[in-house]
């Protein structure tokens, strides 16, 4: 018969699914059975499902009691073994049901409620993101985040990139602009063939790439940067943990890293920054010494750099 549930949560549905199965299992079990297996995956379900103590389900405890105890108490030979498997890994009929249950979820209904199609509109969404995004050609060449990275895009509020920067829409456009490559430097100017300055403000490169700014240039706080005598271990290979332990620009970048990049360094990756190192070395090329657009490029790196550097050494994290 039907067991009656109220409101029911996850854990009521695999409580009632167990003793529903009992009861199923004992209405025309064979006399020449002794034993009797149950596997589940939720092990609270299966610690509780026989303890009719107090707590939630209880009825439910109470009808499994009921329905096991006359089976177990007609010979000493007969056996309940309650088996916890995660995630239902290697029971071959759990598979079955499984294939089964999504078969018949994907079956067109003549009635499809409200939330029923956007779940649906949801997921064909979600499988047409991962797909588009397997693509090179779609994430593009200069996008500096793995492919696991865009699991995180939700559309709701667990979304990452709304959770870390949905507040602050200029945050939120470097972030984007920053990991997708169409941030304003100079690689990108000298491959659209753009007017402007293409040298990094700290000199040592003529041409101002990503991967300078991310991995090379002095000038920005990096804390993802491992130390110096880390990198040079890597660099001999002493002590190598694994054949890919060689190089940290090799490693995957983490999205959390940059979003800390980003916000310990503001001036990076703008638009304002461009125009004012522009100005910069026009000043110094024309050998008007110091002037205020130089102090100003010098401000937002250098002096910012050292600043967050004696802050550090007089607040270690521990």
């Known amino acids: 018969g039907r ?38 995956d939720n092990q609270a379900a299966l610690t509780s499902i026989l303890a009719a103590g107090s707590g939630p389900a ?21 056996r309940l073994h309650m088996h916890w498997v995660p995630g239902h890994r290697g029971v071959y009929w759990n598979g079955v049901v499984d294939k089964d249950a999504g078969r018949a979820a994907a079956e067109p209904s003549e009635e499809v409620s409200f939330a029923l199609a956007r779940q649906q509109v949801t997921a064909q969404t979600y499988t047409a993101w991962r797909a588009d995004m397997a693509k090179p050609g ?36 470097r972030l984007v602009r920053f990991t997708s490559g169409h941030f304003p430097h ?8 753009f007017e402007g300055n293409r040298r990094c403000w700290c000199g040592g490169c003529a041409v101002e790439s990503r991967d300078h700014i ?47 990049f980003l916000q310990l360094n503001p001036a990076a990756a703008t638009f304002q920054w461009l125009e004012l190192v522009d100005r910069a070395y026009a000043d110094r090329d024309e050998g008007t010494g110091e002037t205020v657009n130089t102090f100003k490029a ?7 750099k050292r600043a967050y550097e004696r802050w550090t050494q007089a607040h270690p994290t521990r």
């Open 186 to 193: 100079g690689a990108f100017r000298e491959r659209f063939e």
């Open 214 to 260: 991310w991995f090379d240039c002095e000038l920005w706080i990096r804390k993802h940067r491992p130390p110096d005598e880390e990198i040079e271990r890597r660099r001999r290979g002493d002590h190598r943990r694994n054949a890919l332990d060689l190089d940290w620009r090799e490693s995957p970048v983490n999205i959390d890293d940059v979003a800390e």
């Open 138 to 173: 779609y994430k593009g060449r200069s996008n500096m985040l793995h492919h696991s990275q865009f699991d995180r895009c939700k559309h709701t509020a667990a979304n990452w990139f709304l959770k870390r920067a949905g507040r602050d829409s200029t945050y939120f456009a």
């Open 3 to 40: 067991l009656g549930c109220g409101r029911a949560t996850p854990y009521d549905a695999e409580m009632a699914a167990l003793a529903r199965g009992l009861k199923e299992v004992l209405r025309d079990l064979p006399a020449t059975v002794n034993d009797v297996h149950v596997f589940a």
């Open 58 to 78: 209880q009825m439910l405890s109470v009808a499994a009691c009921a329905t096991i105890r006359p089976w177990l108490q007609q010979s000493s030979m007969h």
């Open 298 to 304: 010098d401000m937002h790196t250098k002096v910012r």
